[in-house]
């Protein structure tokens, strides 16, 4: 299991056109290159929708420091994944990829640039061709459940990048998206998947290495767990579950766990 501190990790320069990818906890992460960043799922507060539930520990993002926002990637309406108050922080004129059933609120809240993409659907934002890729989740601002939809993103510039959003495991719709990307680096949810309605939804570690492994990828960022306590799980089991499993499958230098503020850089 790779480690990373919480600074960009030291080493050889890193080339101009590499992507930064930084975890703010939850599926919050930021994918720079050239000082242009994509947000992807931006909940920056101390609760989540600002009552329910609160961080495991106080986060030391300041989003009114983030400069450079170039686009933000919603894979659903849940209230972990659409927090209103963390898009407030960020540009309203920069363009926002979502899927269906989620665009109208975020018009009347100013976003002047709102896409509306379905499964396979492309866009292009800055250097990025962004395309949404099936989840196995289910949509809906709660409890309205069924409302909007839900999917997760691939990112094809300098690199290429799969944000999976929430997702259950589902081997045919990973093998599917293996099947049109060679993905450097596959941004996975690993936490949650304990009672049957949550384990249909969502993936446990060892889910999320087989979908790693069937995705192809060259790496692996494993996201969705810790940073706030609603996996009805022990808090550290996740990651005692990944690196475990990493050691035995021979993953252990393709995976790289991160603190939240810290960075991974993708060639």
Same mark, same amino acid.
């Given at each position: 299991? &790779? @480690?990373?501190?919480?600074?960009?990790?030291?080493?050889?320069?890193?080339?101009?056109?590499?992507?930064?990818?930084?975890?703010?906890?939850?599926?919050?992460?930021?994918?720079?290159?050239?000082?242009?960043?994509?947000?992807?799922?931006?909940?920056?507060?101390?609760?989540?929708?600002?009552?329910?539930?609160?961080?495991?520990?106080?986060?030391?993002?300041? @989003?009114?420091?983030?400069?450079? *926002? *170039?686009?933000?990637?919603?894979?659903?309406?849940?209230? %972990?994944?659409?927090?209103?108050?963390?898009?407030?922080?960020?540009?309203?004129?920069?363009?926002?990829?979502?899927?269906?059933?989620?665009?109208?609120?975020?018009?009347?809240?100013?976003?002047? %640039?709102?896409?509306?993409?379905?499964?396979?659907?492309? &866009?292009?934002?800055?250097?990025?061709? *962004?395309?949404? *890729?099936?989840s196995r989740h289910f949509g809906g601002r709660l409890p309205l459940v069924g409302t909007s939809g839900h999917q997760g993103y691939?990112?094809?510039?300098?690199?290429?990048?799969?944000?999976?959003?929430?997702?259950?495991? %589902?081997?045919?719709?990973?093998?599917?998206?293996? %099947?049109?990307?060679?993905?450097?680096?596959?941004?996975?949810?690993?936490?949650?998947?304990?009672?049957?309605? +949550?384990?249909?939804?969502?993936?446990?570690?060892?889910?999320?290495?087989?979908? +790693?492994?069937?995705?192809?990828?060259?790496?692996?960022? @494993?996201?969705?767990?810790?940073?706030?306590?609603?996996?009805?799980?022990?808090?550290?089991? @996740?990651?005692?579950?990944?690196?475990?499993?990493?050691?035995?499958?021979?993953?252990?230098?393709?995976?790289?766990?991160?603190?939240?503020?810290?960075?991974?850089?993708?060639?």
């Amino acid at each position: 299991m &790779t @480690p990373a501190s919480a600074r960009a990790p030291e080493g050889p320069p890193v080339p101009p056109s590499a992507t930064r990818v930084t975890y703010l906890g939850h599926a919050s992460l930021l994918i720079e290159t050239n000082g242009a960043v994509l947000a992807t799922d931006p909940v920056y507060g101390e609760r989540i929708g600002g009552f329910f539930t609160r961080r495991a520990s106080p986060s030391t993002f300041r @989003p009114g420091d983030l400069r450079g *926002v *170039v686009g933000i990637l919603i894979s659903h309406a849940h209230h %972990d994944h659409l927090d209103y108050p963390s898009l407030a922080a960020l540009p309203r004129s920069a363009p926002i990829a979502v899927p269906w059933g989620v665009a109208t609120p975020l018009r009347w809240r100013g976003h002047s %640039d709102v896409r509306v993409l379905r499964r396979w659907q492309q &866009t292009q934002i800055g250097t990025w061709t *962004v395309t949404a *890729v099936p989840s196995r989740h289910f949509g809906g601002r709660l409890p309205l459940v069924g409302t909007s939809g839900h999917q997760g993103y691939v990112l094809e510039g300098p690199a290429c990048i799969y944000f999976a959003g929430d997702t259950g495991f %589902d081997a045919p719709m990973f093998r599917a998206i293996a %099947d049109r990307f060679r993905i450097d680096l596959a941004i996975l949810p690993i936490a949650g998947a304990v009672v049957p309605w +949550f384990r249909r939804n969502h993936m446990n570690a060892a889910e999320a290495l087989g979908a +790693f492994q069937l995705l192809g990828a060259k790496q692996m960022l @494993p996201m969705h767990f810790e940073t706030f306590p609603a996996s009805f799980e022990p808090a550290g089991e @996740p990651r005692r579950q990944l690196v475990e499993g990493s050691a035995r499958l021979g993953l252990t230098r393709s995976v790289t766990l991160l603190a939240p503020g810290a960075s991974l850089w993708v060639p």
